[in-house]
């Protein structure tokens, strides 16, 4: 059965190596630090102590990083042109559709944003086809570009941003926030 605590505890050794030693102590290394909830829909949670968390939200931080890949892919270069002869991005612009490879690149994105849709819609992840383009978690990463390297790269730092934010809101040991000095003791 998977850590959970120990895969997050990777997650955020690999964002913020120079802070690993710090996440510790204030975290500590107990196994239950997080723990892996059955249930529907997105479950991403401080509570008693510990981060909740169910596999369905995991696979869904995931699949959304993969599908704004995707939306960089289609928009990073019209937006820079957009930008450099100060015209505001507009989708429906007539002449971005005449860009060569615009409607493939504009397609894909939307595929992908209709699968990150109906995977926060499912009950069960047995109930999704998983695409064959998109990288399963936990397979270990797979690169075969320089874009699917900076993919993984930046959901694994999104990922590792909504665990912290979630171990900001569980007490830190004997630290308590006070709302005039913030942090204290």
């Not at 959970?4 to 710090?22: H, K, Q, T, Y």
């Not at 204030?26 to 997080?34: H, I, K, L």
């Not at 069960?124 to 936990?138: G, H, I, K, S, Y």
Request: proline share 5%; glycine share 8%; aromatic share 8%.
């Amino acid at each position: 059965m998977l850590d959970v605590s120990e895969a997050i505890d990777l997650l955020l050794e690999g964002a913020v190596p120079e802070r690993a030693v710090e996440l510790k102590v204030t975290w500590g290394e107990q196994s239950d630090r997080v723990r892996l909830q059955p249930g529907d829909g997105f479950m991403l949670q401080q509570g008693f102590g510990t981060i909740q968390v169910n596999e369905l939200a995991l696979k869904q931080v995931w699949f959304i990083g993969y599908a704004a890949q995707k939306a960089i892919e289609a928009y990073s270069g019209v937006i820079l042109v957009l930008e450099r002869i100060r015209l505001p991005f507009n989708l429906n612009l007539t002449s971005m559709c005449c860009i060569d490879g615009q409607a493939e690149a504009d397609e894909a994105f939307d595929r992908r944003m209709k699968l990150a849709i109906e995977l926060i819609k499912v009950k069960d992840l047995a109930d999704f086809d998983w695409p064959a383009d998109v990288p399963f978690p936990l397979g270990g990463p797979r690169f075969s570009n320089v874009i699917e390297k900076a993919t993984y790269d930046l959901v694994c730092m999104a990922g590792s941003y909504i665990f912290l934010h979630e171990l900001r809101h569980a007490p830190l040991g004997g630290i308590r926030e006070n709302p005039r000095r913030g942090i204290g003791v």
